[in-house]
């Protein structure tokens, strides 16, 4: 099944609130929420702070972790609002622990893969995510 989600990078940050609802009305499942860390990826993007306000328009969010150790704030982007968090295979060590950490925190669990990365590292933990994600 596809699903639209448009990610809030994109939105005028001075409108987001408006924004945000201008997704929603043009028919977006949900908000992709890009989360960088400048380690696992160059670039430094969104935090808790604007997930919690994010997480209270009308679409669930998934916040796309694209940061090193990404277990170490799985509890605190579940309890700031999303409903889905996707962590990329290559980030972690464990990527197992951390798909059942994000379900234990009430979320949805999703991967990411980098365009170089095999899906075959995925075969271990089909049916441990809801959401996969390409690069």
């Not at 679409?59 to 277990?71: F, K, Q, R």
């Not at 295979?89 to 669990?109: F, S």
């Amino acid at each position: 099944m596809i699903k639209l989600a448009p990610s809030l990078l994109a939105a005028n940050f001075l409108k987001m609130g408006d924004e945000i609802e201008r997704m929603a009305a043009a028919g977006a499942d949900y908000l992709h929420y890009d989360v960088m860390d400048g380690h696992f990826v160059p670039n430094i993007s969104f935090g808790m702070g604007i997930l919690k306000f994010a997480a209270q328009c009308s679409l669930p969010v998934d916040a796309h972790l694209m940061i090193s150790n990404p277990e170490k704030y799985v509890e605190e982007f579940a309890a700031a609002g999303a409903k889905i968090i996707t962590v990329h295979a290559e980030a972690t060590n464990h990527l197992h622990r951390v798909l059942q950490q994000i379900r234990a925190a009430g979320a949805l669990a999703g991967v990411a893969l980098n365009p170089a990365t095999s899906p075959e590292c995925l075969k271990y933990v089909l049916g441990d995510f809801d959401l996969g994600l390409i690069m």
